[in-house]
């Protein structure tokens, strides 16, 4: 099983400045790697896949880069709709199809 | 535009089963495996298992082996997940996810709402 580390746990950014999250795995995905922002009660959104496509409408502010075993994603002016939970997850190496343990956006 | 509607809330004792729905539209039933994905609270995301709505066949997530039940009913376009013998700690929302392409190698492009299972 591919296991996914994402850092840090929690993220403090003020409004405007730039974000930057990391997702590690344990083996390598190319660029198997899709983003997915979570806010609470609400259904996951596709940010990212392919390690760098923007989902359809996605803003240009968030981006994804990587590949391998290292990931990053960046969001370069945080908005307040953009405090939420972010999770990596690999679809490379699957059963099973496996997900960081997210990284919270907070003020 | 591409939805996936599930079904309401339960509450179940432990012990019990849950069967919870997934009706997705706004394209071909069987062109796209759905997922489950749940996160119990406090907790992130855990992948359940998929169902190819073809076929009917099935890859389960090995914590969940012989507990958990896909299933697909063609005639009315629906996915099912039953999980039984529920424990408290099963408690959690129920997501299903739909897979944008069917080679397994593919993002889960939307999602749908949630369904709350509680067990007490």
């Known amino acids: ?107 | 535009q591409v939805q996936l509607v599930q079904s309401g809330a339960e509450v179940k004792k432990p012990g019990a089963s849950v069967k919870v729905s997934c009706k997705p539209s706004g394209y071909s039933f069987g062109d796209n495996y759905i997922h489950w994905v749940r996160q119990a609270p406090g907790q992130g995301l855990e992948w359940m298992g998929r169902i190819n709505p073809n076929t009917g066949d099935t890859n389960y997530a090995q914590k969940f082996q012989g507990r958990v039940t896909m299933t697909r009913d063609t005639s009315i376009r629906t996915i099912y997940m039953e999980l039984s013998r529920l424990r408290s700690d099963d408690t959690a929302l129920y997501y299903c996810a739909r897979e944008c392409g069917s080679s397994g190698w593919c993002h889960f492009d939307y999602w749908g709402q949630g369904t709350l299972v509680t067990v007490s």
Request: charged share 10%.
């Open chain 1, 1 to 107: 099983e591919v296991v996914m580390t994402q850092s840090p746990a929690t993220l403090s950014v003020s409004p405007g400045e730039r974000a930057t999250l990391s997702c590690r795995a344990s083996q390598s995905l190319g660029t198997n790697l899709a983003w997915y922002q979570h806010h609470p009660g609400q259904a996951p959104r596709l940010l990212i896949y392919g390690a760098s496509t923007r989902a359809t409408g996605i803003p240009a502010r968030f981006s994804g880069s990587g590949s391998g075993t290292e990931f990053t994603l960046t969001i370069s002016s945080l908005q307040s709709e953009d405090l939420a939970m972010y999770y990596c997850q690999q679809y490379n190496n699957w059963p099973p199809w496996t997900f960081g343990q997210g990284t919270k956006v907070e003020i």
